[in-house]
């Protein structure tokens, strides 16, 4: 403690802004529904392999046991998934840029335009 704290003056502690408690129910129900639905469509994408053949399945893919596409849907599932969820951050980010706050508020001052001169000795 310095010369000139007060000690007996307690400080306030800072107001932290949390995000709404929606926010948070929309994210777990988005958790839950984009890998569903990243399942069904890759059984989708691997039936309609199986009848036009656009790619041929390597001995490396054929997973074994009872389902031997299993390592490709686990690969098609995980890859959709990824693809859905940077929609939804983009959707969100053009929402936010047009929806949300200003970048100033009203305490802040744009940067300013100013010609620095170089230093000469």
């Given at each position: 403690m310095s010369k000139y704290d007060?000690?007996?003056?307690?400080r306030k502690?800072?107001?932290t802004v949390a995000?709404?408690?929606?926010w948070m129910g929309i994210g777990f129900l988005l958790l839950l529904i984009i890998p569903t639905i990243s399942w069904f469509g890759s059984l989708l994408l691997i039936d309609e392999d199986l009848k036009t053949g656009w790619y041929r399945l390597t001995p490396d893919m054929i997973a074994p046991g009872a389902d031997p596409l299993l390592y490709a849907k686990i690969f098609l599932t995980i890859a959709i998934s990824l693809v859905l969820f940077v929609v939804v951050y983009v959707i969100y980010f053009l929402l936010y840029r047009f929806v949300g706050p200003k970048r100033y508020g009203a305490l802040d001052v744009p940067m300013g335009n100013y010609k620095v001169k170089r230093f000469k000795r």
């Open positions: 007060n000690y007996w003056e307690q502690p800072r107001k995000p709404h408690p929606i």
